[in-house]
């Protein structure tokens, strides 16, 4: 596969390519220093990875998150605008504003995140409602079997089956260490798949459409797996998360 979301050695077949582009998307970031305060007033260290096709690079940090993003930026959705649509095999197709997700019943949970590339955060407590929830709410059709889900970034896709989605550690998150989630993060609304790799955990989350199979995400088309188990998929050993 070519798009590769890690820089391990198989990530850059050429070499030097890789450490100019880390460094250009470093400084080009730049201007998002004003936002290093609160991520570190939050204990979180990051740093920025692109994963543009043909585009790898990442730079190490020290036990923080690294934010991902396949287009190379990070789309901003103004609160009031912002919608997530459950489409499909519904009985009752919603448009959801934040307002909506906030009359749902709130959860909280504290999980460990952990990319397929290696990296783990430990006990990142986040809220917001089940996406079992959600899907009670529109009522799911006894023919769907999978989720497909879209980010307004244009570009970023997963899935899950239903019966992954009902689970009780599959969060449609508002919040994230007890504030909102930081554009770099997928603000407003994103995905936490806690007991799966970080990839499944879809940012600038608007679109569930319920459809009668798989649709295999963006990097599952790219050669990860569709069920993402930390721990047990992707020829990884890591200690599950849950
Ligand atoms: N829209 C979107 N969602 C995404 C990604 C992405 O590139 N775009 N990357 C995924 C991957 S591989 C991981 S590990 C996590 C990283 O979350 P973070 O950027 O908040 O650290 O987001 C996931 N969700
Ligand atoms: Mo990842």
């Given at each position: 596969?070519?798009?590769?979301?890690?820089?391990?050695?198989?990530?850059?077949?050429?070499?030097?390519?890789?450490?100019?582009?880390?460094?250009?998307?470093?400084?080009?970031?730049?201007?998002?220093?004003?936002?290093?305060?609160?991520?570190?007033?939050?204990?979180?260290?990051?740093?920025?990875?692109?994963?543009?096709?043909?585009?790898?690079?990442?730079?190490?940090?020290?036990?923080?998150?690294?934010i991902?993003?396949?287009?190379?930026?990070?789309?901003?959705?103004?609160?009031?605008?912002?919608?997530?649509?459950?489409?499909?095999?519904?009985?009752?197709?919603?448009?959801?504003?934040?307002?909506?997700?906030?009359?749902?019943?709130?959860?909280?949970?504290?999980?460990?995140f952990?990319?397929?590339?290696?990296?783990?955060?430990?006990?990142?407590?986040?809220?917001g409602?089940?996406?079992?929830?959600?899907?009670?709410?529109?009522?799911?059709?006894?023919?769907?079997?999978?989720?497909?889900?879209?980010s307004?970034?244009?570009?970023?896709?997963?899935s899950?089956?239903?019966?992954?989605?009902?689970?009780?550690?599959?969060?449609?998150?508002?919040s994230?260490?007890?504030?909102?989630?930081?554009?770099?993060?997928?603000?407003?609304?994103?995905?936490?798949?806690?007991?799966?790799?970080?990839y499944?955990?879809?940012?600038?989350?608007?679109?569930?459409?319920?459809?009668?199979?798989?649709?295999?995400?963006?990097?599952?088309?790219?050669?990860?797996?569709?069920?993402?188990?930390?721990?047990?998929?992707?020829?990884?050993?890591?200690?599950?998360?849950?």
């Amino acid at each position: 596969m070519t798009d590769q979301m890690t820089e391990e050695p198989k990530a850059s077949p050429r070499g030097t390519p890789v450490g100019r582009r880390v460094v250009l998307g470093v400084v080009g970031l730049g201007a998002a220093g004003v936002l290093a305060g609160r991520w570190l007033s939050s204990g979180v260290s990051d740093v920025v990875a692109s994963t543009a096709p043909g585009l790898a690079s990442i730079v190490p940090a020290a036990g923080g998150f690294r934010i991902y993003t396949v287009t190379g930026g990070y789309p901003e959705m103004p609160p009031a605008d912002y919608r997530l649509g459950v489409s499909g095999l519904v009985n009752e197709p919603m448009s959801l504003s934040l307002d909506d997700l906030a009359q749902l019943p709130q959860t909280q949970m504290t999980k460990d995140f952990q990319c397929v590339t290696g990296w783990r955060v430990e006990d990142v407590p986040w809220s917001g409602v089940l996406l079992r929830d959600v899907l009670d709410a529109a009522g799911v059709e006894s023919d769907a079997e999978a989720l497909k889900l879209t980010s307004f970034d244009g570009a970023y896709t997963e899935s899950l089956t239903v019966e992954q989605a009902m689970r009780d550690d599959m969060l449609v998150a508002t919040s994230m260490y007890g504030g909102p989630i930081e554009v770099k993060h997928g603000a407003p609304v994103r995905l936490v798949a806690a007991p799966m790799y970080g990839y499944k955990s879809i940012k600038w989350m608007d679109g569930i459409e319920l459809t009668r199979t798989v649709i295999p995400g963006y990097w599952e088309v790219r050669g990860y797996d569709i069920d993402a188990w930390v721990g047990k998929s992707n020829g990884r050993t890591d200690e599950p998360v849950v």
